[in-house]
């Protein structure tokens, strides 16, 4: 059973909240920078000169979009005494992994689940994800609850070092993602997942979090479910060049880590996956459909602990994939958007304990 993940309360300007950040959790700071930088070096062909010159030229282009996240990232640097350049790559992991590969590696990623109020008992949206990735990674896991002076008061889950994953604000949106790999994917330079994801929890309005994504220019496919406590959630399937919407169906919605949509499929975009993302959405609805219009919370947990495919399962035990590495379900989190409210779970939540994880206070003056 892992350990809980650290929980860091972080507030006041860009630079100060990333300060706190690198100070609070320096040592699995450190330890994110150490998994990527042996990655990189492993799976792609780019030398740590390449992966520094690369991180100074998306420096550039999250400076354009969104100077604030910037300053929270040499904050972050700062505060946790590393390379800024490093602090900058470990946000890009994923285009630095898999943008210069146009999509030969197949995604090996989450589960995620969303049941809207018409398909729950107690009519509120529930959602849920398992966060599948590579072992080594549960040990740089922190939740981050942030009070940015200017911005919305949100919390989230979080690679330390990275300013976005998977999280909820105080207005009611949620953002979650899931790995995606696409023929689009040719390495280039553009703004990174964990930004795209922070800058979405940023929005005070719902069409200003769809705003965000879709005119943003990307430098990897992904995919983008965004949810509001009012009841409606709608999943993205983004590549660098496009976005392919996908809604809920009888109020329930379930996603892994390929692409949905009748026009990705048809474009070619969808190729790229692993035989486990196909039963893995297919089963999550297996098991949830039966119960809509009575969905709870338990329900979702137990969709979450499933076995299904073991190792390769919706609850995902160690495995190693051809040509991968090491993957397992690293953390689980369930939201309960009327509630303002987040359930962590360290490792594999069927032997986990969901940990409950609300918003910062509100900032006094």
Known sequence: MA????????????????????????DRVARSIEIYLAAFGRQTTLTLADVRERARGFAQ?????????????????????????????????TELLYGDKAG?????????VVALPEATAERRILIGKNWDWRDACVDSVVILKVAQRGKPRLSLMVEAGMVGRDGFNEHGIAVIGNLLVSHHDKGRTGVPIPILRRRILHSTTYCEAIETLVRSPRGASGNYLIAHRDGVAIDFEVTPDEVFVVYPERGL??????????????????KFYSGDSLYRDFRARQLLEPKI???????????????????RSICRHPHTYPYGEPTMTIASV???????????????????????????????G
């Open 3 to 26: 350990q809980e993940f650290p929980l860091l309360e972080i507030e006041g300007s860009a630079g100060e909240c990333g300060e706190q950040h690198g100070v609070g959790a320096a």
């Open 61 to 93: 282009q999250i400076e354009q979009i969104d100077p604030d996240i910037l300053a929270e990232l040499k904050g972050i640097a700062a505060g946790s005494k590393q390379l800024f350049e490093d602090i900058v790559a470990i946000n890009c992991r």
């Open 104 to 112: 030969t590696r197949p995604a090996t990623e989450c589960t995620t």
């Open 253 to 270: 919605l379930t996603h892994s880590n390929h692409f949905q949509s009748p026009v990705a499929q048809a474009t070619g975009a969808a």
């Open 293 to 311: 219009g009575a969905i709870t919370r338990a329900d979702i947990e137990a969709t979450l602990k499933d076995h299904f495919g073991l190792p």
């Open 334 to 364: 369930q939201f309960d958007l009327q509630r303002e409210t987040m359930y962590v779970a360290a490792g594999q939540p069927c032997e986990s304990t969901y940990r409950a994880v609300g918003l910062p206070q509100a900032r006094k």
